[in-house]
C-alpha cells in the first residue's frame, strides 16, 4: 500500500466529510504541479480523464521528464499527448481509439495488450503512484461516483494504493449505479472542481450492410436470451432490430444509446436472467446527452469493474448467453483479426476474447463474429476482408480454435469444430461473391480444399 493510501481514513459520519471535503480543494495547476519527473500517472479513461487537471499537466511539457501517463479511449487530445511534448510525457493506453492511433503514428503511445478481465493485474503491474480522475460530486453520505468509464480505475489495484490520488468533480457526469464506482471523500487526497460538458457520441449510422448483418443476428437472438452487445454500427443496428424480442438480459461491457431505448419499450427487462435477475450488468457508458440522462440513477443498471464483468466464469453464469462482436478480417482457416491491420495497431482487444469465452461456457451460449464482407482502400478499390492468409504482422485476436458463428450481410455460418477444407468452403460462401472464384482458387492452391 502507498504512502497516501496509509493516511486515508474512510470517515463516513454525516456531517464530517463536507469540512474534509473543502480542504482539499485545489486548482488545476496546483494539482499538475503535484506530478514530479519519473512518475507513473494512472488517468483513467473516456470522459472521466480530468479535463482541468490533464489541460494543466499538458502546459508543464519540458519540465518533466519520463512522466507516463496510463490511459484508454480519450476522447480529448490533450498537449501531453503531443508529438512536441514526447521528452516530456510517455503515453500507454488500455484500449485504442482514434486518439491513440494517433498518438501511436507520432511514437509518443503504446498499447499495453491484454483483454479486459486482467485490467486489475494491468493496474496492479503498473504500480502507479500518482492517480488523476473525475468524477460526479458527493451524495449526501459523502461519496463520489466513478461515472461513465470508472472501469479503467480499478480500485484495489490502482486508487487504493497509490500516493497521491487527486479527484477533479464534474457535475455533468451521470452517477452510474453500483457498489464498486463509489469513492468516499476520505478515500481521496486533493479536489479540483471543474464542471464542463462531457464528450457526447452522437448515435452513428447504419450502413446498408450493418443492417443486412443485424438481421441475420436477431434472428438468432431468442426470448429471454442474455445479450453482449459491442460498440459501433453494427451493435446500433442489432439494438434497433430487436423491439419485437421480449423479456432479454444484458450482461456487457459497455452500453450505448440503444440499450436505454430497449429498457424504455419493455424489451430489455432482464427478468429470465438467472444471474443478477432484473439487472444489466455493465462496465463502461458512451452516448448522449439524453442517454447520459438516461443511466443516472437508473437501478436496472449494476456497474461493476470491468475485470469482474469480463471474467469468463461471471459471463458464463449467465444461461443462453449471446455473445456478439465485430471482427476486421478473417483468413480461412477461421483465424479473427480484431485488433489490428498488419503491424498498425487499431484498437485493442478489450472484451471479445472474454465474451467469446463465456458463451462457449455458458449453457445455450452463441459465440458470434461480424464483418463486412468487403472494405474499399485508399485507391477506391474494393478488397475482401475474408482472406487466404492475414497480411503480415496482423494480430490474431479469436484462434480459429475458439469460432463458432461467423456473419457478413451474405449470411451465417457455423465453423466450430470443422476441418479446415470445411471451414474454409463455410467461410468463401458467406464473402462477398466477386471474390469467391479466387478465395477458391487460394485455398486449392494451399491444399486446404
Not at 144 to 158: A, D, I, T
Request: hydrophobic letters at 35%; proline letters at 4%; a negative charge.
Amino acid at each position: 500500500m502507498g504512502r497516501g493510501a496509509q493516511q486515508r481514513r474512510r470517515d463516513e459520519q454525516a456531517g464530517t466529510w463536507g469540512n474534509d471535503y473543502r480542504s482539499k480543494l485545489i486548482s488545476a495547476r496546483e494539482a499538475a504541479g503535484l506530478i514530479n519527473s519519473n512518475d507513473r500517472v494512472f488517468t483513467g479513461g473516456g470522459v472521466n480523464i480530468p479535463k482541468g487537471f490533464s489541460t494543466a499537466l499538458g502546459a508543464r511539457a519540458g519540465e518533466l521528464s519520463n512522466v507516463t501517463i496510463f490511459q484508454g479511449f480519450a476522447m480529448d487530445l490533450y498537449d501531453y499527448m503531443k508529438y512536441e511534448a514526447r521528452d516530456s510525457f510517455t503515453i500507454e493506453t488500455m484500449f485504442v481509439g482514434p486518439l491513440e492511433r494517433i498518438c501511436m503514428e507520432w511514437g509518443v503511445g503504446s498499447y499495453k495488450p491484454h483483454s479486459f478481465s486482467d485490467l486489475g493485474n494491468v493496474a496492479l503491474k503498473v504500480a502507479p503512484n500518482k492517480v488523476a480522475f473525475s468524477a460526479t460530486p458527493p451524495d449526501k453520505d459523502g461519496y463520489v461516483n466513478k461515472s461513465c468509464f470508472g472501469s479503467f480505475l480499478p480500485r484495489k489495484e490502482c486508487l487504493e494504493p497509490a500516493d497521491v490520488v487527486i479527484c477533479e468533480i464534474n457535475s455533468h457526469l451521470p452517477w452510474c449505479p453500483g457498489e464498486d464506482f463509489k469513492v468516499h471523500v476520505s478515500e481521496i487526497d486533493y479536489f479540483i472542481e471543474n464542471d464542463n460538458p462531457i464528450f457526447e457520441l452522437p448515435e452513428i449510422p447504419i450502413t446498408d450492410v450493418e443492417e443486412r448483418m443485424a438481421r441475420h443476428i436477431v434472428d438468432m437472438i431468442p426470448d429471454g436470451s442474455t445479450i453482449q452487445l459491442g460498440f459501433g454500427g453494427l451493435g446500433n443496428a442489432i439494438g434497433h432490430m430487436l423491439y419485437g424480442k421480449k423479456d432479454l438480459g444484458m450482461h456487457s461491457e459497455v452500453i450505448t444509446p440503444s440499450v436505454t431505448e430497449l429498457v424504455k419499450h419493455g424489451v430489455l427487462t432482464c427478468a429470465k436472467k438467472n444471474f443478477y435477475p432484473g439487472k444489466i450488468i455493465t462496465a463502461f457508458a458512451v452516448g448522449t446527452k439524453q442517454f447520459y440522462a438516461d443511466i443516472d440513477r437508473n437501478e436496472i443498471f449494476e456497474f461493476k469493474e470491468v475485470h469482474w464483468v469480463n471474467r469468463p466464469e461471471n459471463i458464463a453464469k449467465n444461461d443462453n448467453f449471446i455473445s456478439i462482436n465485430n471482427t476486421l478480417m478473417f483468413d480461412l482457416t477461421g483465424q479473427a483479426a480484431s485488433e489490428s491491420i498488419g503491424v498498425k495497431q487499431y484498437s485493442g482487444t478489450g472484451g471479445q476474447v472474454n465474451f467469446n469465452q463465456g458463451a462457449k461456457m455458458s449453457k445455450g451460449g452463441k459465440r458470434i463474429l461480424a464483418l463486412a464482407s468487403t472494405y474499399t482502400d485508399k485507391d477506391g478499390s474494393l478488397r475482401s476482408k475474408i482472406l487466404p492468409t492475414l497480411p503480415e504482422g496482423t494480430v490474431v485476436t479469436t484462434s480459429r480454435n475458439e469460432v463458432e458463428y461467423v456473419v457478413t450481410e451474405y449470411g451465417v455460418v457455423d465453423i466450430s469444430f470443422d476441418s479446415l477444407s470445411v471451414r474454409a468452403k463455410k467461410l468463401i460462401s458467406v464473402a462477398h461473391p466477386q471474390f469467391r472464384d479466387e478465395l477458391t482458387f487460394l485455398a486449392k492452391k494451399h491444399r486446404w480444399i
